[in-house]
């Protein structure tokens, strides 16, 4: 499994956002603010290539009938670590992403990895395939975020894009604004993808 083949199926194949529908809890409730998405897609893919590695180096000792406690404990002692090194390091996003890095352990798109991926593959596949996932997670976030934010309050990461007489639409920020922009991105992301995989064959 090449790099190139990894990022474009947890970009675009198997984007858990947009393709999958997985880890629609954090999606819509941390995606208020671009810096918030970026922190939060960045914290689960270092748990996501983690748990990748740990599980692929573990996978020949690991006992089929516990298998589910054995990754629960892989991805909680990692999350652990995230959460802890962000409340040192990054408290301010920390303290905004709350509850949601510790939950990040029943996050089912590691779990699908974990599973599906990393129990049946060699260490260095399991850690592109957890990169390729966690960029992909990444971008989904930010993108949904991005339009929450420029549309919620005229900005974008803290930047003022739209000016200051831009009439705030706080809905896009509250709850209801967070399932219709993720409704109008998965029908607009799929249709792209779509017309991309008819142009180039199949290849996309």
């Known amino acids: 499994m090449d790099v190139q083949k990894a990022l474009l199926n ?10 999958l529908v997985l880890g629609m809890c954090p999606t ?3 995606t208020t603010a671009a810096e918030n998405g970026l922190a939060m897609g960045l914290a ?13 180096l573990l996978r020949g000792f690991i006992p089929s009938k516990v298998r589910i406690p054995a990754y629960i404990v892989v991805i909680a002692t990692l999350v652990t670590a995230v959460d802890l090194l962000m409340k040192a390091y990054l408290p301010a996003l920390s303290s905004a992403l709350g509850l ?10 590691i779990f699908a990895r974990a599973e599906s991926f990393a129990s049946k593959n060699p260490p260095i596949a399991s850690i592109l395939d957890g990169i390729g996932i966690g960029f992909g997670f990444t971008l989904a ?9 420029l549309l919620g309050a005229g900005s974008v990461f803290g930047v003022n894009i739209l000016g ?3 009439p705030k639409a706080l809905i896009f920020v509250m709850a209801p604004g967070g399932f219709f922009s993720l409704g109008l991105l998965l029908a607009g992301v799929n249709r792209f993808l779509d017309y991309l995989h008819r142009r ?3 290849l996309i």
Do not use: K, Q
């Not at 949601?100 to 798109?109: D, T």
């Open 28 to 30: 819509l409730a941390v």
């Open 10 to 19: 947890g970009v675009i194949t198997e984007n858990p956002t947009f393709r």
């Open 141 to 149: 976030l930010i993108l949904l975020a991005s339009v929450r934010e």
């Open 44 to 56: 689960t893919t270092a748990v996501l290539v983690g748990s990748n590695l740990l599980i692929s």
């Open 100 to 109: 949601y890095i510790p939950l990040i352990v029943v996050n089912c798109i």
């Open 164 to 166: 200051p007489d831009y």
């Open 200 to 202: 180039t064959g199949g």
